[in-house]
């Protein structure tokens, strides 16, 4: 067997590459930023969708990027054999369709025909194909919401704490890791889109004082309460999106994930280290 990770440098591919190591298996790692080489890892320099190296015959792929850039590639890829692949999407698919937001909308409208269009690329190598949809990714210092918040208050040593009554789930990247892992021995998971969530709802206001709490340095927490919060909406008409939805659940439903893949994330509880950058 010899593994495809696409946008193997991501908070998902750190964690996913030595479990990947520890099954034996002979892995490609492609990403824009290539690492050197290690014992059982190949790094490719390379994009979706048109900048792929020449490939060997794979068994399957496994992607962290761009859902919409995936789907374009594996259209027009000529591939051997018929590998099994899987794709991270994004919970935005759901969460944001009824955003009040027109670009939000059209985020959601966008993951969901990506989604349908890898299915169809798939179905054309016959290939067969499980989407991971997770919520908030934190875990490798290398997301861009939580862990960018962490390391400015670090340097200015002042933590905003939007109040947020909307329901947060959090997921390691590690866990998602796991599933990819599962989902590649589970032919039941081919064809599913599959939510992934952390292993714990909170509250937003919860998540952030949490990720304060976890914090090397002391800081100054500075509440933003809801009052202030509208205000700015008005103000700022570009920041209604994530601004409003600090009042909306942004949660997943792991039933299915759980009972295909035996996956149970983790809870939210967050480490220094987790807030800043692998590698």
Request: with cysteine; aromatic share 4%; charged share 20%.
């Given at each position: ?13 750190w964690?996913?590459l030595?479990?990947l ?15 050197p ?28 990027g761009?859902?919409?850039h995936?789907?374009?590639w ?10 099994r ?9 759901e ?19 990506s ?13 067969a194909?499980t ?19 962490a ?8 933590f905003?704490?939007?109040?947020g ?44 004082a949490?990720?304060r ?5 002391t ?20 920041l ?7 009042d909306?659940d ?7 994930l ?13 480490e220094?280290?987790m ?5």
């Open positions: 067997m010899t593994v495809l990770v696409i946008g193997a440098s991501s908070q998902i591919g964690f996913l030595p479990r190591l520890a099954t034996g298996e002979p892995v490609l790692a492609m990403s824009r930023h290539p690492r080489g290690s014992p059982g890892i190949t790094w490719l320099h390379g994009s979706l969708p048109d900048r792929v190296p020449a490939l060997p015959s794979l068994s399957a792929i496994i992607s962290c761009p859902l919409s995936l789907a374009d594996l259209s027009q890829a000529s591939l051997g054999d018929a590998p692949v899987i794709a991270t999407s994004s919970m935005s698919a969460s944001k369709r009824d955003s009040p937001v027109p670009g939000e909308r059209d985020v959601s409208r966008q993951l969901r025909e989604e349908a269009a890898l299915a169809g690329a798939c179905e054309r190598h016959g290939s194909w989407v991971l949809r997770p919520t908030l990714v934190y875990g490798a210092g290398l997301d861009q919401s939580l862990a960018p918040m390391r400015r208050a670090m340097r200015t040593r002042l905003p704490l939007p109040a009554r909307g329901l947060r789930q959090p997921v390691h990247a590690d866990d998602i890791a796991q599933a990819a892992l599962a989902a590649l021995e589970c032919p039941a998971s081919a064809g599913r889109v599959l939510p992934i969530g952390g292993g714990e709802r909170l509250a937003a206001a919860e998540m952030f949490r990720v709490r976890s914090l090397p340095a800081t100054i927490p500075v509440p933003l309460p809801a009052w202030l919060l509208h205000a700015v909406q008005l103000a700022l008409p570009r209604r999106g994530p601004l409003g939805r600090l909306r942004l949660v997943a439903d792991n039933a299915e759980e009972r295909l893949l035996g996956i149970r994330p983790r809870p939210f509880r967050p220094a280290s807030w800043l950058p692998s590698g």
